[in-house]
Nanobody, 120 residues
Framework: QVQLVESGGGLVQAGGSLRLSCAAS????????MAWFRQAPGKEREFVAA????????YNPDSVKGRFTISRDNAKNTVYLQMNTLRPEDTAVYYC?????????????WGQGTQVTVSS
C-alpha cells in the first residue's frame, strides 16, 4: 500500500521560511517523479514544483518565482519543498504526489496534505 505523508506545515509570518517534507512508503521511490501541489480556499489545486527520478526539476513560475526549491533524498524516500520569502498568498494546503510518468497529466498517488498559513 502506497503512502505519502506530508509534514512541516504551520503558521509563519510573511517573509519567513518553511520546509515541507513528504515521506513515501510502499513504492520504489527512486523510480517515481515527485511533485508538490497546493490548494488555497476557494481555488483550484495548482502545480507548484516537480522533480524527476534523476533530479530534473521544474516549477510553476507564476507561484514560485525562484522562492521555492524542490529536492529529494532517495535514501530516505523523502521529497522536500523549501519555501522562502513566503507571502500571504502562499497560504494553502500543500500536497505531495507521485507518479511513474514525468510531468504527466495525472499523478497516481497523493498525500493528505499539510496546511501552510502565512500571516501578513
Amino acid at each position: 500500500q502506497v503512502q505519502l505523508v506530508e509534514s512541516g506545515g504551520g503558521l509563519v509570518q510573511a517573509g519567513g521560511s518553511l520546509r515541507l517534507s513528504c515521506a513515501a512508503s510502499g513504492l520504489t521511490f527512486a523510480n517515481y517523479a515527485m511533485a508538490w501541489f497546493r490548494q488555497a480556499p476557494g481555488k483550484e489545486r495548482e502545480f507548484v514544483a516537480a522533480i524527476s527520478w534523476i533530479r530534473i526539476t521544474t516549477y510553476n513560475p507564476d507561484s514560485v518565482k525562484g522562492r521555492f526549491t524542490i529536492s529529494r533524498d532517495n535514501a530516505k524516500n523523502t521529497v522536500y519543498l523549501q519555501m522562502n520569502t513566503l507571502r500571504p498568498e502562499d497560504t494553502a494546503v500543500y500536497y505531495c504526489a507521485a507518479d511513474r510518468t514525468w510531468l504527466g497529466s495525472k499523478y497516481a498517488y497523493w498525500g493528505q496534505g499539510t496546511q501552510v498559513t502565512v500571516s501578513s
